[in-house]
């Protein structure tokens, strides 16, 4: 069984004082630094947004290229990760999902790579996790969300769990940390 770890979005303006950030966000790390050694190959995502996208109509200004707040935060441990993904790089692309990369194809990677299981972590839950998650299952990968470590935005109360439950509606299992084998 090939597995991968896709990390979503870890990003400084996604923590804590960053421009958009997930209450909270910070404390994911630990548990993805814990996990990416149970994995053969770890792939990230990063929003790289250029300063004038159309999705900053609906978001504030945040990740945007080049930017501090665009960088990984310092605390996660990127010398681990064998592939990044940048996404919303077009001024009027949103980028929501990792599979819509503009400087790879992640469904033509994980299947060069005979990678079957893709197990997802990040953030946010409510948005590019739950979109990347939900194309990795229509892309035809067995696709599993990391539940304690993946962090919500929640501009709604309660969009964590909707997206947890649309997620496991499209065939995305979800799982703790502990369960990976």
Not at 154 to 173: S, V, W
Request: charged share 25%; hydrophobic share 40%.
């Amino acid at each position: 069984m090939k597995k991968a770890l896709l990390i979503v979005d870890v990003q400084n303006d996604f923590c804590p004082g960053g421009a958009l950030a997930v209450k909270d966000g910070d404390k994911i790390i630990p548990v993805i630094n814990r996990i990416m050694d149970r994995f053969g190959m770890v792939i990230s995502s990063q929003d790289w947004h250029p300063a004038d996208s159309v999705h900053f109509e609906k978001w504030p200004p945040h990740c945007v290229a080049g930017t501090e707040g665009a960088e990984f935060h310092p605390d996660l441990e990127t010398n681990k990760i064998d592939l990044r993904l940048l996404k919303g790089t077009d001024n009027k692309d949103d980028g929501y999902s990792a599979f819509e990369a503009t400087n790879t194809s992640l469904a033509d990677f994980l299947r060069e790579n005979n990678i079957q299981h893709l197990y997802v972590c990040g953030l946010a839950t409510d948005y590019c996790v739950k979109a990347s998650a939900i194309d990795a299952v229509t892309q035809g990968f067995h696709t599993y969300v990391i539940t304690d470590a993946i962090g919500a935005v929640n501009a709604q109360p309660g969009d964590d769990e909707k997206a947890l439950h649309e997620m496991r509606g499209k065939g995305c299992i979800l799982i703790e940390s502990g369960e990976i084998q």
